[in-house]
């Protein structure tokens, strides 16, 4: 990445579920950790600093602050890591309501940040978005990084909305001349993205996980049934809040 200073944000308590994430992630980039804390508790902030101490993590706690404080504070900072808790909320809610997070997220640009999800105590298994259009090399090489540093297992995904496609080419070709038109943009596709890998990656070899369909809905999906704990997409990606919406795991937003 490199990441020079993690921070966690947490607002009216501590989520320790996402501590001890946290905590390991710091660990194994070797970094330094803020707790940036909003009206949290006073056994809660004790009880944090108690592990950290124990567990030999170099820390910095920043506690008691105003909610717009603490977001002027990570604007001024520009962590190159930001964690924070994803609240549960039902799909039907999600629909209509943004969680404090979102709205919290929406403020900032340029910075990696984690949304994890509220009983989400470790981070084993990640799968790594490929959008064709908007995802850059730097992207790639960053989330690598990022994944090889945590030493989890890691997936790159890549979803072509084939039925978008053929839809709109049925409308102007005959049936078999729209089904090859769909099926050179599949191949179109693939180049590009297996391209912008090689680019990121310098040669290292990855999985790339080859999906059909809408991606802000599939790639979700298809996170949640295969069991992954994290899913990463890119900043600039288009729909980004609705990959966020459909995700039931926890998602990561990287800069391109």
Do not use: C, W
Request: glycine content about 4%; overall charge negative; hydrophobic content about 35%.
């Amino acid at each position: 990445m490199p990441v020079n200073k993690v921070i966690f944000f947490q607002k009216d308590h501590i989520n320790f579920n996402n501590f001890q994430v946290v905590k390991d992630i710091t660990r194994k980039l070797n970094k330094r950790l803020v707790l940036l804390l909003v009206d949290i508790p006073e056994e809660e902030k004790k009880k944090a600093e108690e592990q950290l101490r124990a567990e030999n993590i170099d820390f910095e706690l920043k506690n008691q602050l105003e909610f717009g404080e603490a977001k002027e504070h990570i604007k001024g900072e520009k962590p190159d890591l930001l964690v924070l808790t994803q609240e549960k909320i039902s799909p039907l809610e999600h629909i209509f309501k943004l969680t404090s997070s979102e709205k919290l997220v929406k403020s900032f640009e340029n910075i990696d940040i984690l949304m994890l999800l509220e009983d989400t105590d470790r981070i084993e298994k990640v799968l790594i978005n490929v959008d064709k259009e908007t995802s850059t090399p730097y992207y790639i090489s960053a989330t690598y990084l990022f994944v090889k540093k945590l030493g989890v297992q890691f997936d790159y995904i890549t979803s072509f909305y084939e039925s978008f496609y053929e839809y709109r080419l049925r409308k102007t070709h005959p049936d078999e001349e729209a089904k090859q038109l769909v099926m050179e943009l599949f191949k179109e596709h693939l180049e590009i993205v297996k391209r912008k890998i090689a680019e990121g990656l310098k040669g290292e070899k990855v999985e790339l996980v080859v999906i059909k369909g809408d991606p802000k809905k599939e790639v979700p999906y298809y996170a949640r049934r295969r069991g992954y704990d994290l899913l990463i997409v890119n900043e600039n990606i288009e729909n980004k809040e609705s990959y966020i919406e459909n995700s039931e795991t926890s998602v990561g937003i990287f800069k391109d």
